[in-house]
């Protein structure tokens, strides 16, 4: 998952400053200014099976990535705030990731 946001620009978690003579000598570029200087376009869609695999992947991985903004929406979720939370994603590209177990695909939700 890690390596797959990292192909997508989604995560970027430090790259060497452009200004530096050498890598040794480089600083790195956090993650803040990258997205000050050109903010990636792409966001991505996680679906699982279980809601349990979505507790791993929130609880274990993406705890370590306080600066991506995700939402969740599960069978956790009331069916009447399911449209508004696929709306807020696709209106509001600040939210890099929607996490969904695959039942909620069934219940005509489209995400842009």
């Given at each position: 998952?890690?390596?797959?946001?990292?192909?997508?620009?989604?995560?970027?978690?430090?790259?060497?400053?452009?200004?530096?003579?050498?890598?040794?000598?480089?600083?790195?570029?956090?993650?803040?200014?990258?997205?000050a200087s050109s903010p990636s376009v792409?966001?991505?869609?996680?679906?699982?099976?279980?809601?349990?695999?979505?507790?791993?992947?929130?609880?274990?991985?993406?705890?370590?990535?306080?600066q991506l903004k995700y939402l969740r929406?599960?069978?956790?979720?009331?069916?009447?705030?399911?449209?508004?939370?696929?709306?807020?994603?696709?209106?509001?590209?600040?939210?890099?990731?929607?996490?969904?177990?695959?039942?909620?695909?069934?219940?005509?939700?489209?995400?842009?």
């Open positions: 998952l890690k390596q797959l946001l990292q192909e997508c620009g989604i995560l970027i978690e430090t790259l060497p400053r452009q200004d530096s003579s050498s890598v040794e000598e480089a600083n790195p570029i956090t993650f803040d200014e990258i997205l792409h966001r991505a869609l996680i679906f699982c099976q279980k809601i349990s695999m979505l507790d791993i992947i929130e609880n274990d991985f993406l705890k370590n990535y306080p929406l599960d069978s956790k979720v009331d069916a009447g705030s399911r449209v508004d939370m696929a709306k807020l994603f696709n209106e509001d590209s600040t939210y890099q990731l929607m996490l969904l177990t695959t039942k909620v695909g069934g219940y005509g939700l489209t995400l842009v």
